[in-house]
């Protein structure tokens, strides 16, 4: 995957938990949880996308 579109995937799903962290009216907890989910989300997408998961998935202890 080419990094332009990687950037832009961060961009566009940062606006999009902006959006909904500034104009959706939720309690903080469900906020934060939303957040946590986001920011887990994004980092297993990007260590997929970077061929990092499968060598974490190969690491055996």
Known sequence: MPLLNIFIVLIVVGVILW????????????????NAVAVIGIVLWLLQ????LNTLK????
């Open 58 to 61: 190969s690491i055996q202890i």
């Open 19 to 34: 959006l909904v962290n500034t104009y959706i009216p939720m309690d903080g907890k469900f906020k934060r949880i939303l």
């Open 49 to 52: 996308v970077f061929g990092l």
